[in-house]
């Protein structure tokens, strides 16, 4: 019965994917005050395979031990659902372990300030920041729109006339990074008409006109671009990107318009992380930062080199959610 | 002849020692993938994605592809042995599989689903290798206003898809869509029906209910039936040979729906789930026999087997060609091509020709394969059901567990497939047809958010849906499709009338 190895081979490693997290969260600083890890870390990805997460996730986890910075094994597991909540609440329960945290990026501030999540990033220990990634507004390559100000000027005389669409929610990333920079440029950000799309539509409809600005990740639209189909209009990083057409993309500061929007992305371990621990995984993540190895993978991905050690990350964050919370309370999604 | 060197270049790769080896361990990893109630593409071709890091991305990515369209092609058996979907694009299959499986016919019922797999497989790569650069302005064509209509299609066929009471059929189809409301809208943010439990969030994935309606509710049937001895003898499995009129029969539904399964399968968001369903309708809708199915039509079989089967081919346009994914299953192949170190898009063509059509080149390869390894092991297969009726049970029992765990690892899932196979169960037992509910449930998410990303982008104006073309044809169509039939009983009805 072939089927029936081949089942109970599938079911022991399915369970094996899932286990992998032991209940052990004894505190493990050694007794001059510092931490070395006693086994093998877990890491959550809290959403499924093949997306941001996932990949950022395997690809720390791969240079980890490719490098021997950590000689510990790392696993990576899925925790999906409810846009990252059900993995938060997860690692939420490890209180205090110092084997176990999760990639992050800003859902992990828009999913509570929408009221999805009881828990957000001040609720866990932050380890390390380690890429940014930039938001890009598209255009069909054939718009009348050569720039930012021409269609925020379009949008303060007729904010009915232009639709923007993302794959996020309204008041989660494509939508806010948006707003941010089209109030920065005057356009009422109460009169913005988003739409989202979380079926893979979105560049389906800017591509046949049926919306007309695509807002999303900078790494979306390189494709796109080299081909002809889109124009990117304004990206939201502080300045030009390096990279073939990355450079291309004029900024949305260069045309006037003060206001940037950077998506992070870091780690963080469960609430009441040992200090040693921190102190131990903080130096690590920026060994890793700073390796040949990992700059191959920030090139891979187009990925930008952000390394923020723990307490800067928090201030960083801190600074962040004050602005978005008094955003979202201004376009009415404010909790 | 750019295409026919690029498929010269493609079938170097696919025809290479290596080429063939992944070809074949792809499809056979899928086959048995989808062959287990509820295990899909999805996970397996996750769990694969570290596996094959540092592979040469031609090879590695030409067995994920494998893996996919062999499990649409496996899925269909336990579809038809045992009632229990292997993947959400057999659901449809079972309408007519497992009812001839019952009356004796499943050697013949595994048959047919191979052979109108392997012909909607093959007529979708032919599709492909020749139009996928045409195609790709096919697979943008529809905005918002043009799925709604696509759904509303679909959905008018709700009441041909059941026998009996249509105020039943109506019913489960309502609750069908009050049960796909429930998560996070998209449109707003807000939390629908979600009691403030995280689990409920992300609302219900398909699979959970259409095991639950179709597999356990099936196990439930069984262990009240046990007395019935009818279906515990031997002759079940049937002669495997197809007559010529076997084969008349099924002409027609496979070469139609090869061709409706691949352009479904090419908009992004349809997938094989809704093209079978939409391709069971249109044979269901002009068929003599329309009573037929549901009974064990080889029709209702036919349809659906080569749909799905081309609407997985048809799904690979938008990806390679455009590099959006259109389902769940190419959502994760995109990934797996990012780690391999490869962008999907317009340029892939160009960039990467070897990968391009390498995978289109393998897939012709890969349905050769699965018809090869699948024909020989229908007698096997068959004799699942000469399994005693308790091991029988638990194994499905088991397996449906297995694969709604595999989806998102959280156990909250299980219960919620115990919560619908309770609730198969009672439609059963009170003659509610299933059916309805699943097709409520797979049209109606898309439709609402396609309804109302038409309204945002329109200021509320109706007229967007009949302003152009494509969505006022497909309105009309569906408004052909509800008033035909009820005319034709209606003049019917007079006819007899008079003659009286």
């Not at chain 2, 962008?343 to 897939?363: K, N, V, Y």
């Not at chain 2, 009726?389 to 156990?411: A, H, K, Q, T």
Request: hydrophobic letters at 45%; proline letters at 5%; one cysteine or more.
């Amino acid at each position: 019965m072939k089927k029936t190895i081949f089942a109970s081979v599938l079911t022991v490693s399915a369970l094996a994917f899932a286990g992998c997290g032991s209940e052990d969260t004894a505190n493990t600083a050694g007794e001059d005050g510092t931490f070395e890890p006693s086994k093998g870390i877990e890491m959550v990805a809290p959403a499924g395979s093949g997306g941001g997460w996932d990949t950022t996730a395997r690809e720390v986890a791969r240079v980890f031990g490719e490098t021997g910075i950590i000689d510990e094994n790392m696993t990576v597991i899925n925790r999906e659902g409810g846009g990252g909540a059900i993995g938060w609440a997860y690692v939420h329960a490890k209180e205090g372990d110092a084997h176990s945290m999760f990639v992050a990026s800003p859902p992990l501030m828009f999913v509570p300030l929408n009221g999805q999540s009881e828990h957000g990033h001040e609720d866990f220990t932050p380890l390390a920041n380690m890429i940014a990634d930039y938001g890009a507004f598209a255009v069909r390559e054939d718009s009348e729109f050569e720039d930012l100000n021409d269609l925020f000027d379009q949008m303060k005389d007729d904010p009915e006339s232009i639709t923007v669409i993302g794959t996020s929610a309204p008041g989660s990333m494509d939508h806010m990074q948006f707003v941010r920079i089209a109030k920065a440029a005057g356009v009422d950000p109460t009169k913005i008409k988003y739409v989202s799309d979380q079926e893979g539509g979105a560049l389906t409809a800017v591509l046949n006109g049926s919306v007309d600005v695509f807002s999303t990740g900078v790494g979306e639209t390189i494709e796109q671009v080299r081909a002809g189909n889109i124009k990117v209009l304004g990206v939201t990083a502080e300045e030009r990107m390096e990279g073939e057409v990355l450079s291309e993309f004029p900024t949305a500061i260069e045309q006037g318009i003060d206001e940037s929007f950077v998506n992070w992305r870091g780690f963080f371990g469960p609430p009441g992380m040992d200090e040693a621990a921190v102190d131990y995984y903080e130096a690590k993540f920026q060994e890793l930062s700073e390796s040949e190895e990992f700059a191959e993978v920030r090139e891979k991905y187009g990925w930008n080199e952000m390394y923020m050690g723990s307490e800067e990350y928090s201030e960083f964050l801190e600074g962040e959610k004050e602005e978005i919370a008094a955003l979202l309370e201004e376009i009415g999604l404010g909790q | 002849m750019d295409a026919f060197q690029g498929l010269l270049t493609g079938f170097q790769v696919a025809l290479s020692l290596e080429g063939i080896m992944f070809v074949l361990i792809g499809v056979i990893v899928g086959t048995l993938i989808g062959m287990m109630p509820g295990l899909g593409p999805i996970s397996a071709i996750a769990i694969m994605i570290p596996i094959t890091y540092g592979m040469d991305p031609a090879p590695a990515l030409v067995m994920m592809a494998g893996v996919y369209y062999g499990a649409v092609f496996g899925g269909s058996t336990s579809s038809i042995l045992l009632n229990a979907p292997g993947i959400s694009g057999t659901v449809a299959t079972a309408f007519d599989g497992y009812p001839m499986a019952q009356q004796g016919k499943a050697g013949k019922a595994l048959a047919i689903a191979a052979i109108s797999s392997f012909i909607g497989g093959t007529v979708s790569v032919v599709l492909l290798m020749l139009l996928a650069p045409a195609l790709s302005s096919v697979a943008i064509s529809f905005g918002p206003p043009a799925y709604f209509a696509l759904m509303f299609m679909g959905l008018t066929a709700i009441s041909s898809l059941s026998e009996g009471s249509t105020i039943k059929a109506m019913i489960a189809a309502v609750a069908g869509f009050m049960v796909v409301t429930i998560g996070i809208d998209p449109q707003t943010g807000t939390q629908r029906f979600t009691f403030g439990n995280v689990n409920l969030f992300d609302g219900f994935d398909f699979l959970i209910i259409a095991l639950g309606l179709f597999a356990v509710a099936e196990v439930c049937m069984l262990i009240l039936n046990r007395k019935n001895r009818s279906l515990s003898d031997d002759q079940k499995l049937g002669s495997l040979k197809l007559s010529k009129a076997d084969l008349k029969e099924m002409s027609g539904p496979v070469s139609r729906q090869s061709f409706v399964g691949f352009l479904l399968g090419v908009l992004p968001g349809a997938g094989a789930t809704i093209a079978s369903f939409i391709s069971y309708i249109f044979e269901k809708r002009i068929a003599k026999n329309p009573e037929e199915f549901g009974k064990g039509s080889i029709k209702g079989l036919a349809a659906p087997e080569s749909s799905n089967n081309a609407a997985t081919s048809g799904a690979f346009v938008p990806l390679l060609s455009l590099g959006i994914p259109g389902s769940g299953t190419t959502a994760v192949m995109l990934g797996a091509f990012l780690v391999l170190g490869v962008q999907p898009g317009p340029l892939l063509m160009t960039d990467r020709p070897e990968i391009f059509w390498g995978i289109i080149a393998s897939m012709y390869l890969g349905n050769v394969f699965l018809l090869i390894l699948n024909l020989p092991l229908i007698p096997y297969l068959a004799k699942i059901l000469s399994i005693p009726r308790p091991l029988l049970i638990s194994l499905v029992i088991m397996f449906s567990l297995i694969g709604v765990y595999s989806i998102s690892f959280n156990v909250f899932d299980l219960y919620m497939l115990l919560v619908f196979g309770a609730l198969g169960f009672a439609m059963r037992i009170f003659s509610f047809p299933a059916p309805p509910f699943i097709l409520a449930f797979i049209l109606g998410g898309m439709m609402e958010q396609a309804f109302r990303q038409s309204m945002t982008i329109s200021n509320g104006s109706l007229s967007i849906f009949v302003d152009t073309p494509l969505p006022l044809s497909l309105l009309l169509v569906a408004l052909i499709s509800l008033l035909v039939p009820a005319f034709l009983k209606w003049r019917s009805n007079r006819l007899a009338y008079k003659q009286r």
